[in-house]
């Protein structure tokens, strides 16, 4: 997975185009190196899954 097609995923999450996006255990590294240096990085969540996936949804109020 590329860091323009990160972008346009978490940029759908927060313009609600998408409810939530899983992440596979092998793409969770590059995904995250792109979503930690986001400026609304805290306005998302991730849900670790059984097996390694992640659901990440997008929260109006940054998470604390």
Request: charged content about 30%; hydrophobic content about 35%.
């Given at each position: 997975m590329?860091?323009?097609?990160?972008?346009?995923?978490?940029?759908?999450?927060?313009?609600?185009?998408?409810?939530?996006?899983?992440?596979?255990?092998e793409?969770?590294?590059?995904?995250?190196?792109?979503?930690?240096?986001?400026?609304?990085?805290?306005?998302?969540?991730?849900?670790a899954?059984?097996?390694?996936?992640?659901?990440?949804?997008?929260?109006?109020?940054?998470?604390?």
């Amino acid at each position: 997975m590329d860091e323009q097609t990160i972008h346009e995923i978490l940029d759908k999450l927060k313009d609600g185009e998408l409810h939530e996006y899983l992440v596979t255990k092998e793409q969770f590294l590059s995904f995250r190196t792109v979503l930690v240096n986001r400026e609304d990085f805290k306005h998302f969540r991730g849900i670790a899954q059984q097996g390694g996936s992640v659901i990440y949804r997008y929260l109006q109020e940054p998470r604390s």
